[in-house]
Antibody
Framework: QITLKESGPTLVKPTQTLTLTCTFSGFSLSPTGVGVGWIRQPPGKALEWLGLIYGNDDKRYSPSLKTRLSITKDTSKNQVFLTMTNLDTVDTATYFC??????????????????WGQGTLVTVSS | QTLVTQESSLTVSPGGTVTLTCASTTGAVTYASYPNWFQQKPGQAPRSLIYSTSNRNPWTPARFSGSLFGGKAALTLSGVQPEDEADYYCLLYFGAIPVFGGGTKLTVL
């Protein structure tokens, strides 16, 4: 059974750096084609994809946020970390981590965010 | 800037059929966009319904189906149930970067 859970500070001051942890179970980040992504959702607004790390340490970031984001992992602890610098009030959101699978079946490849954490609300305020 | 657009809101009667669409400002949505669909109820995390255009996850009811139509990705709900009232988000890939749509609020009334 795959589970993920986000943890970290609930209140951060503007200009500070945020680090969130995603602790997961039920899968390993070692194989190629398995990753953990980060998605956020400001209150009352839409989902926004932030970035992704694969088991082979390949990383992808949202172009609009890539200068402020870093995603790393500790495979031995089954944890993935999201670091976001220079926070602003607009970064107030619920932050989710999600299991990502990339696989090919026959001539077609597929990608899916199939399991999600419950999310953690981060408020940016002075 | 790439945008993914969805209907802001739709209303459907119980037992009815409704189609939600997902379009890209850069052109037609194709299989290479790997359209994904998610359902989100208030206070809950999103739940994956459909991946790669039309593939259901094991927990996805058969009344949910995904397709491509008219250059867009589409999610059709047939025989809508009251519990289907939720926000629905699509996700499209532009190369290696996915982008969520703005979401559709589905009301069952």
């Amino acid at each position: 059974q795959i589970t993920l859970k986000e943890s970290g500070p609930t209140l951060v001051k503007p200009t500070q750096t945020l680090t969130l942890t995603c602790t997961f179970s039920g899968f390993s980040l070692s194989p190629t084609g398995v990753g953990v992504g980060w998605i956020r959702q400001p209150p009352g607004k839409a989902l926004e994809w932030l970035g992704l790390i694969y088991g082979n340490d390949d990383k992808r970031y949202s172009p609009s946020l890539k200068t402020r984001l870093s995603i790393t992992k500790d495979t031995s602890k089954n944890q993935v970390f999201l670091t976001m610098t220079n926070l602003d009030t607009v970064d107030t959101a619920t932050y989710f981590c999600a299991h990502n699978r990339l696989f090919c079946r026959g001539d077609y490849c597929h990608v899916d965010y199939d399991y999600w954490g419950q999310g953690t609300l981060v408020t940016v305020s002075s | 800037q790439t945008l993914v657009t969805q209907e802001s809101s739709l209303t459907v009667s119980p037992g009815g059929t409704v189609t939600l669409t997902c379009a890209s400002t850069t052109g037609a949505v194709t299989y290479a966009s790997y359209p994904n669909w998610f359902q989100q109820k208030p206070g809950q995390a999103p739940r994956s319904l459909i991946y790669s255009t039309s593939n259901r996850n094991p927990w996805t009811p058969a009344r949910f189906s995904g397709s491509l139509f008219g250059g867009k990705a589409a999610l059709t709900l047939s025989g809508v149930q009251p519990e289907d009232e939720a926000d629905y988000y699509c996700l499209l890939y532009f190369g290696a970067i996915p982008v969520f749509g703005g979401g559709t609020k589905l009301t069952v009334l």
